[in-house]
């Protein structure tokens, strides 16, 4: 669940500590641009559309999970959901250094693909690897796998953590470290025995 359930929980609770900061980096990154400073529902627009892009990246995630997980297999497709969530970290942990708030709607959209992929992808890898009898336990670890991450992203951002200001783009790239322990772990995980046996037709590997 590193990669799947935990995913989803740190970027839906990492958002809300950095909010007063990205709203003054906005704020900055504007008036620098266009010598007028935004109003306050510029801003708050802004942020709102920073915070809800999320939603419409998990939709284009969640839509396309079916599609990469018949067509790649359970193990490559939580594989592949790794790409924009490491894509997401870049973006946003670079935004402030390249002045660009663009860059954190981009993150968010990434990150957004990442959860929909990863959290549909996970439940069904992690019930279909299980042994029957454990099936429902297992997939009961996605949710706890939702739950350490919302934790662990309000623990980081509090302000003994890294919710201060000169922090919050290194706070809003921490999606990058459960992403690369997954692309360092799952390879040596077993692929799904009903992928190689449904979809692959491989009942000799599926045994």
Not at 61 to 77: I, M, N
Not at 147 to 153: M, N, R, T, W, Y
Not at 158 to 170: A, F, N, Q, S, T
């Amino acid at each position: 669940g590193i990669g799947g359930g935990f995913q989803y929980g740190l970027q839906v609770s990492i958002i809300n500590s950095p909010a007063e900061y990205i709203k003054s980096f906005i704020r900055e990154t504007w008036l620098k641009r266009y010598d007028s400073s935004p109003s306050e529902e510029m801003i708050t627009f802004m942020w709102s559309f920073i915070v809800s892009i999320y939603s419409i990246g998990g939709l284009l995630g969640s839509l396309s999970a079916g599609y990469l997980a018949v067509r790649f297999g359970r193990k490559k497709a939580m594989l592949f959901a790794n790409i924009p969530a490491l894509l997401s970290a870049a973006l946003m942990g670079l935004s402030r250094l390249c002045g660009s708030f663009e860059m954190i709607i981009a993150g968010r959209l990434s990150s957004g693909v990442c959860g929909g992929l990863a959290m549909n992808i996970n439940l069904m890898y992690a019930g279909e690897c299980a042994p029957r009898k454990l099936r429902g336990l297992t997939a009961m670890t996605v949710s706890t796998s939702i739950a350490v991450g919302k934790f662990v992203g309000f623990a980081l951002g509090l302000r003994e953590v890294l919710g201060v200001e000169d922090l919050w783009p290194i706070l809003m790239a921490a999606s990058a470290l459960p992403a690369l322990i997954q692309l360092l772990t799952l390879p040596f995980f077993p692929d799904s025995p009903r992928y190689l046996l449904i979809d692959k037709n491989d009942k000799e590997e599926c045994i």
